[in-house]
């Protein structure tokens, strides 16, 4: 559906770019990073996706068994992605992505179960998408359940507009900069 996808006219943002650090709702002070991909990052993200929810998971991501956990963060924590991660002192504890599809960036987000409604996926989003405007990435798009009312509320708060409602599933893109000429 690539070639049909609508994104808004005008950019969204600006988005600051990460390092950022906050207190949660919770209490808890995290802190939002651009991966770059070290092995003490990586074997924390391995830990963080093997304590996921299974009833969190949308199609088989993020996947559950180590082996799967691994080549999935193979592909993803790729140069040509763009990756942050929110930091709980030592521990991950939501992961945000950015993975290039055509013309486009493709975003997934997910945050460990314990640590969500304290405000983080919104940081996460909002330090995602500077991220990745400052690598240059000019859209994006996701797709979310329609009945996940939180999601699209976030999503929508951040920019993103609905493209396509076709589905079970919302489609929705955001602008990050003026259209190429």
Not at 51 to 71: E, K, L, T, V, Y
Not at 80 to 96: F, M, P, R, Y
Not at 145 to 169: C, D
Request: glycine share 8%; with cysteine; proline share 6%.
């Amino acid at each position: 559906m690539t070639g049909s996808r609508r994104y808004p006219d005008e950019p969204a943002g600006p988005f600051q770019e990460p390092p950022r650090v906050f207190t949660d709702r919770e209490g808890r002070e995290i802190e939002i990073r651009a991966c770059r991909g070290e092995v003490a990052e990586y074997d924390a993200l391995v830990e963080m996706y093997t304590c996921f929810d299974p009833s969190d998971r949308a199609q088989g991501i993020p996947p559950a068994r180590d082996s799967r956990i691994r080549s999935w963060l193979d592909t993803i924590l790729e140069e040509d992605c763009h990756n942050v991660v929110a930091w709980h002192g030592e521990s991950a504890v939501g992961h945000a992505t950015l993975v290039p599809d055509d013309e486009a960036y493709e975003l997934a987000i997910f945050v460990l179960q314990e640590y969500q409604k304290a405000g983080i996926g919104t940081e996460l989003i909002e330090a995602l998408l500077g991220h990745g405007a400052s690598e240059g990435a000019r859209k994006v798009w996701l797709t979310v359940e329609r009945w996940n009312h939180a999601a699209v509320e976030l999503y929508r708060k951040t920019g993103f507009e609905t493209s396509n409602a076709e589905s079970f599933e919302l489609e929705m893109g955001i602008r990050l900069a003026e259209p190429e000429e």
